[in-house]
């Protein structure tokens, strides 16, 4: 199983972005899947997660700020990113739940204020 994360970059506070982790050799669509962060010196937490109905659950610190998505035909999985924050800064990650599969190299976010 290979995870493909895409769509990082640097952006002001305030400012928005869509990541992207594309999957390939799993069967995407009937798991649950999740997207990560881990800032500077931080563990990888979980900011955000789908069901295979494409039922959403985000930790509170995003919440009505980020968006989850899911493509089941094209084995997509999405982060919208609204109304960023310095603290959003960090690598992002995804994987299903639970993450047993190797991790990808991760987009890197940077929000500055």
């Known amino acids: 199983v290979q995870l493909v994360e895409s769509g990082g970059g640097s952006v002001q506070t305030g400012g928005s972005l869509r990541l992207s982790c594309a999957v390939s050799g799993s069967t995407f669509s009937i798991y649950v899947w999740d997207w990560y962060r881990q800032a500077p010196g931080n563990q990888r937490e979980v900011v955000a997660g789908?069901?295979?109905?494409?039922?959403?659950n985000y930790a509170d610190s995003v919440k009505g700020r980020f968006t989850i998505s899911r493509d089941n035909t094209n084995h997509i999985l999405y982060l919208q990113m609204n109304s960023l924050r310095p603290e959003d800064t960090g690598v992002y990650y995804c994987?299903?739940?639970?993450?047993?599969?190797?991790w990808g190299q991760g987009t890197q976010v940077t929000v500055s204020s």
């Open positions: 789908i069901t295979s109905a494409g039922t959403p």
């Open positions: 994987n299903r739940r639970p993450a047993l599969y190797n």
